[in-house]
């Protein structure tokens, strides 16, 4: 039987044969200065107008106008045959724009489209969507809800939200929240787990009290290392007792003074699907540490081992292993710091222009975890050439770095807009995602639009 695969697999199975197949290129040669003739004709064709850089188009890389949606569920094992091609499955839940894209049912996961990410600061109804387990029901009214912190401390609290508010002083922060996989689509071969691809992130204002604060209360011993987070929310299998998720951070990272008890999100009141009544945010690391419905932080004497933690599970390779192999359990660190990456948000991907268009105006954003964003460079020549982007000075740490830039077409045609940020030490956004590893975390590469003038 004849077994189709769509041009998204071909490219990331075979890069040079789907040169060929969809462009005419020879195999054994380069795309780079090759596209002429019949193969720029196709290209062309393909994408809706001429190609004014397809002298310096890299081969190998599938063009933006080409690559296919993200499913709305990705099927755990490759199917016999590519499944017909499909819009994404847009979400559908009271209070969240409709534009937001389903990536997983059960648990509820909904990813934002980058041109939605356009707000200095995310709307609620933008934000995206990532559970482990079922949505907690809420009979208590907010102010009552109780959470304890204990385990290696002099001073059990127990405190309600009312008792929060009214004993501690609240901070409002902007800082960016990101799911750990976010990227994860881009590995090859595919890795496990939600196929993220840059919008599992946001960048809310917060209120709530600096956790810092309320360890400090707790009275933390000398043999405090680690926290375990617990939330309300049920397992998917409804097993009374039986944890979704409960992870932790070391002390060290846990007494930053940007980490947040918070109960309010951008002036208001959590909603439920973002942890009402009360949640963590500790920015700059994976989304899954700041528990959703907080009912309890328990300090350890050693790293903590809730469902979350450990295996490969939000972990990275400490060497790189080779794609796809077996993983040795031993060669895994956990994820800390979150990856350097910059994303376009203004023009959209797909976006068309009049045919007499020779400037185009580009925002994004940019963010790199626990460190700075240095710089942000664009390219509209498929990366032969680069110019820095102006950067908006961050309200906060770890708020994210807004960026503009004004780039000038030659012609009319078909461009692709390219962005890679620098962080604070140095290191750069890769052309592609590395350090491949089997659930697919730190997939950062660049971000890529594409735009039509015609």
Not at 108 to 121: C, I, K
């Amino acid at each position: 039987m004849k077994t189709e695969r769509s041009l998204d697999e071909l490219y990331r199975d075979d890069p040079e044969r789907a040169d060929a197949l969809a462009f005419g290129r020879r195999t054994g040669t380069s795309r780079r200065g090759f596209l002429e003739g019949a193969g720029l004709a196709a290209f062309g064709a393909a994408v809706g107008g001429s190609v004014p850089f397809a002298a310096t188009m890299p081969g190998g890389l599938i063009p933006s106008a080409l690559a296919q949606v993200q499913p709305a569920t990705p099927a755990p094992t490759p199917a016999p045959a590519a499944p017909e091609r499909k819009g994404p499955q847009l979400l559908n839940f009271p209070g969240k724009d409709a534009r937001l894209v389903v990536l997983g049912e059960r648990p509820l996961v909904a990813e934002t489209p980058e041109s939605l990410l356009n707000d200095d600061t995310t709307p609620t109804d933008k934000f995206f969507i990532r559970n482990n387990g079922q949505i907690p029901a809420t009979t208590q009214t907010p102010e009552a809800w109780k959470f304890t912190i204990d385990g290696e401390v002099t001073n059990k609290l127990a405190l309600t939200v009312g008792e929060l508010k009214s004993k501690f002083k609240p901070a409002t922060l902007r800082m960016v929240l990101e799911c750990g996989a976010n990227g994860r689509s881009f590995f090859s071969p595919p890795a496990r787990g939600i196929q993220w691809t840059h919008g599992g992130v946001g960048a809310a204002d917060w209120t709530g009290v600096r956790l810092a604060d309320l360890l400090k209360a707790a009275g933390l011993k000398s043999s405090a290392v680690f926290t375990g987070n617990f939330g309300a929310d049920p397992h998917l299998s409804g097993e009374p007792g039986r944890q979704a998720l409960s992870r932790g951070v070391p002390i060290k990272k846990a007494m930053e003074p940007h980490n947040l008890i918070v109960w309010a999100m951008n002036g208001k009141p959590l909603e439920l699907i973002h942890g009402f009544p009360v949640r963590l945010v500790i920015p700059g690391w994976p989304g899954s540490v700041s528990e959703k419905w907080l009912t309890r932080i328990w300090i350890r004497d050693k790293v903590h081992d809730g469902v979350g933690m450990g295996g490969t599970s939000y972990r990275v390779a400490i060497k790189p292993m080779v794609p796809g192999d077996k993983p040795d359990e031993k060669n895994f660190r956990d994820l800390e710091s979150m990856p350097v990456r910059s994303i376009i948000t203004s023009p959209a991907n797909g976006a068309k222009f009049a045919g007499n268009t020779r400037e185009l105006k580009l925002r994004g954003a940019a963010w790199a975890g626990d460190h700075a964003v240095r710089a942000v460079h664009v390219s509209i020549d498929f990366g032969a050439s680069w110019r820095p982007a102006t950067l908006a000075k961050p309200t906060n740490k770890y708020d994210w770095t807004r960026w503009s830039a004004t780039v000038q077409l030659p012609s009319e045609g078909y461009y692709e807009i390219w962005s890679r940020a620098t962080d604070a030490r140095g290191v750069m956004q890769p052309h592609v995602a590395g350090n491949w590893n089997p659930q697919g975390y730190g997939g950062n590469p660049m971000h890529r639009v594409a735009v039509l003038v015609a």
